[in-house]
């Protein structure tokens, strides 16, 4: 029951350090980047695809039907193969910052597909790491790391302790605070990031609908905006979030 239970599960995998790897190569990615497999779960045409992995581990394998495993997790497993995953230590704000260039600071997201499509464009464009705002989602999150395929394992994040307060630590390490933002006194973020490529930029992106709150565009250095056509006000931050990676990875 605490498994198909969202707002339980959400809670109980992150304090008990464990989250749901869903899908082979999923698995795979999680595996490559250094988690501990605890269980899979398997339908019974997926042993043969991950006799590799059931051969490597130590972990217990469970083989069923896919009926038992809609009973067992409460949803379809569309691909066949879960797996319980070990979590590993969040790193330091700072331990992030003292290597980046080009970093993603999410405020409140809390849709768990719009933080996997952010971390799946954070690794594609060359972000080089994520910071979260203590009320963001769990970017391990089943629904995040699936819809990420794997990408939240190749983006190192962190948490902040305070908002908007560890900003500050940011700005301190070096960087450009830059807030995302539709506001028609932001500038065009190209505009923004070519007139000075060579800065250290943390760009800020808020929640779907609300987008950054007042304090957190109060805290930036300077609004970026990307410029609309035919009367569109915004884009889904998933979908901006995507365009902003672009043009900072070119500055």
């Not at 994520?130 to 395929?149: E, F, I, N, T």
């Not at 490529?197 to 304090?215: I, N, Q």
Request: aromatic share 6%; charged share 25%.
């Amino acid at each position: 029951m605490g498994l198909t239970d969202v707002e339980l599960r959400r809670k109980r995998e992150p304090a008990e350090g464990l989250f749901i790897a869903e899908g082979e190569k999923v698995i795979r990615r999680a595996r490559q980047a250094g988690y501990a497999m605890r269980s899979m779960l398997l339908s019974a045409k997926w042993i043969d695809v991950m006799r590799d992995v059931i051969d490597e581990v130590p972990a217990p394998v469970y083989a069923v039907s896919p009926e038992l495993a809609e009973r067992v997790t409460g949803y379809h497993v569309h691909r066949g193969a879960l797996a319980s995953m070990q979590r590993k230590p969040l790193p330091a704000p700072g331990e992030l910052l003292a290597t980046a260039r080009r970093v993603v600071i999410m405020e409140s997201v809390n849709d768990h597909t719009n933080i996997g499509a952010i971390f799946r464009s954070a690794a594609a464009l060359g972000m080089d790491a994520v910071l979260l705002s203590p009320d963001c989602a769990d970017p391990l999150y089943r629904r995040s790391v699936k819809v990420s395929m794997g990408a939240v394992f190749a983006v190192p994040y962190a948490r902040l302790d305070s908002w908007p307060g560890g900003l500050e630590a940011v700005r301190d390490a070096g960087f450009e605070l830059l807030a995302l933002t539709p506001d028609e006194k932001a500038v065009p973020i190209d505009t923004a990031v070519t007139a000075d490529g060579a800065a250290r930029v943390a760009l800020m992106l808020g929640a779907e609908g609300d987008g950054l709150s007042a304090r957190a565009l109060r805290a930036a250095d300077e609004w970026v905006r990307i410029p609309m056509a035919h009367g569109v006000d915004s884009l889904n931050v998933g979908a901006a979030a995507a365009v902003a990676f672009y043009a900072v990875s070119r500055g």
